[in-house]
C-alpha cells in the first residue's frame, strides 16, 4: 500500500476499495467493526433515518445537547463542501488529523481480515471509532440509505427516528412507502421507543415496533405542535413546551428532534431546548443568502417528497421566483418537477458534471411537460447561477435544488461573486 498522508490522499483511496460503491448488508462491515471493538459507544446513541428531514433533525438534537453542555458525536452523510463535515464533535467538524488517525487504525483491521468495504462503510467505521475514543455523553447517527441494512444500523439505538418515508432509493429500497417504511423501521430495536415524524405511517413500520415491543410515538397522535406569531408551543409524550423561539429549521424537524430529547435518558432543561432551537441551523436546507439585493434559497432537496416539502417552507412573495435546477438521472426528476407546479416563473436548468447527473436537456422536456418556462439550458450549475442573477430584478428570489451536487456548485459560484 502506498502511503497515504493527507485526508484527500485517503479519500481518493476508499473510493477504489470496494467493486461496489454501494453494497448493501451488514455482513463485511460487521466483522471488521467487531474486529475493531467498536461497537459499544458507551453513551446514549439517536439513530436517525428518514427519506427526508434526517439532517434538519440531526443538527436540532445537536445544537439542543450541545446547550445542555455535554458531550456530543454527530454523523451525517452526505457532506457538502468538505467530507469533515460528515464527523463532528460538540458540533465543530472532525479535524483531518482525528479522521486520519481512524482511517489508520481501521485500514490495518480491515487489511489483517482481508475484506473489502465501500467508502461510506470504512468512512461510517471511522465515526464509531472517533466517538468512542472521545468518551461522550450521547451520540446522534443519521442512517445514509435506508435503515435495517446500513452500516450505521451496526450500533443499537437507544431512540430510534423515522422522520419521514417518501419514494427515493428505490432501486435498493422498493418502489412503494410500505416497502421502503419496512426498510426504514430496520432501525428500531427491542423495547427501545421509537419516534414517527409525520401523521400517516405506513403499516408495516406499525408492525414491526409492535413485534419488537418497541413504542411507537407518532406526530399529531403522541406529541404535537402549535405555531403563534412570533413563539411556538409543543407538548407529548407528558411534556410541554411554550414560547419556544421561531426556529431556522422546518418546525415538523424540530418537532420530531423534540420527541427524541424527550425520550432519551439524558436530563434537558427547557433553557436549552430554547437555546438549542435558537442555534440549530443546517447548510443546504432552506439556506438563505443575498447576491446583489436578491434573495437566493438553497436546499438539497432532490426527490418529489423533499421538493414539495422546500415549497411548501416558501412565504408568498408578490416579486418572482427563478429556479436554478439540477439533478441526478437515477433521481425521479419528473415526480420532483411536479412537486413544484405553480412555484416557479422560470427555471435555469443545469446538467451536473457527475457520473449520475442528469443533462439538461434530458430535463427541459419534463418541466414542459408541466407548462414550466424554461429561461436557459446549461452545461454547468455556476452558467445557470450567473444567468439567473443577471436576469432576476431587485426583490426577485432564486432558489437552488435538486441534488446535493447543486448546491455545492451554486456556492461555489457564489464565493466567487
Known sequence: MIPLNTLNEWLHYLETQHHKSIDMGLARVQKIAQAANILDLHCPVITVAGTNGKGSTVATLTAIYCAAGYKVGTYTSPHITYF????????????DEILINAFEFLEKVRAQAGISLTYFEFTTLAAFYIFQQAKLDIVILEVGLGGRLDAVNLIDADVAVVTSIGIDHVDWLGDTREAISFEKAGIFRTNKPAVYGENNPPQPLIDHAAQLKSQLYIKHQ????????????????????SKLPKPQLAYDNVATALAAVSLAPLVVSQEAIITGIKNAQLAGRAERFVCNGKEIIMDVAHNPHGAAFFMQQLS???????????????KDIAGT???????????????????????????????????????????????????????????????????????????QWLQTQ
Not at 405555531?227 to 411534556?239: A, M, P, R, V
Open 316 to 330: 408568498a412573495t408578490p416579486k418572482k421566483t427563478l429556479a436554478v435546477f439540477a439533478m441526478l438521472g437515477d
Open 222 to 241: 403522541d406529541f404535537s405542535f402549535q405555531i403563534q406569531d412570533e413563539s411556538w408551543t409543543w407538548q407529548g409524550l407528558g411534556k410541554s413546551y
Open 84 to 95: 469533515n463535515e460528515r464527523i463532528a464533535l460538540n458540533g465543530h467538524m472532525a479535524s
Open 337 to 411: 418537477v411536479a412537486a413544484c407546479v405553480g412555484r416557479v416563473d422560470q427555471w435555469f436548468v443545469s446538467g451536473l458534471d457527475v457520473p449520475r447527473g442528469a443533462s439538461a436537456n434530458s430535463i427541459v422536456p419534463l418541466l414542459q411537460d408541466n407548462g414550466m418556462y424554461v429561461g436557459g439550458i446549461y452545461h454547468t450549475v455556476a452558467a445557470a447561477m450567473r444567468a439567473a442573477c443577471q436576469t432576476a430584478q431587485s426583490g426577485d428570489r432564486i432558489l437552488v435544488f435538486g441534488s446535493f451536487y447543486t448546491v455545492f456548485a451554486a456556492k
